[in-house]
Nanobody, 119 residues
Framework: QVQLVESGGGLVQAGDSLRLSCTASGRTSTIYAMGWFRQDPGKEREFVAGCMWSGSNTWFGESAQGRFTISRDNAKKAVYLQMNALKPEDTAVYYC????????????WGQGAQVTVSS
């Protein structure tokens, strides 16, 4: 089992920056990759960004390209999502996720962190 806890959400204005944190606990040595997804009410969950738990590979969803970065601190068992130049359409609940093997479905989800961007 892996437990994921997000923090850092909040209310910001358009153009501001915000950093989300996700701290993992439990069997973290078995994690293959970590990622961030987001979901707005009435919409499907959308992939935002991901990174390998070991290694430097990162990848981004279309909405995050050029504005968001993802980073990892294995010593702290944490993953971060730095969001810059935020737009009102970035408003959503952001979920941290752990993938336990290559090409597998997401194995564990965090509880979500609300990000609200006002215009």
């Amino acid at each position: 089992q892996v437990q994921l806890v997000e923090s850092g959400g909040g209310l910001v204005q358009a153009g501001d920056s915000l950093r989300l944190s996700c701290t993992a606990s439990g069997r973290t040595s078995t994690i293959y990759a970590m990622g961030w997804f987001r979901q707005d009410p009435g919409k499907e969950r959308e992939f935002v960004a991901g990174c390998m738990w070991s290694g430097s590979n990162t990848w981004f969803g279309e909405s995050a390209q050029g504005r968001f970065t993802i980073s990892r601190d294995n010593a702290k068992k944490a993953v971060y999502l730095q969001m810059n130049a935020l737009k009102p359409e970035d408003t959503a609940v952001y979920y941290c996720a752990a993938q336990m093997a290559m090409a597998s479905d997401i194995g564990f989800w965090g509880q979500g962190a609300q990000v609200t961007v006002s215009s």
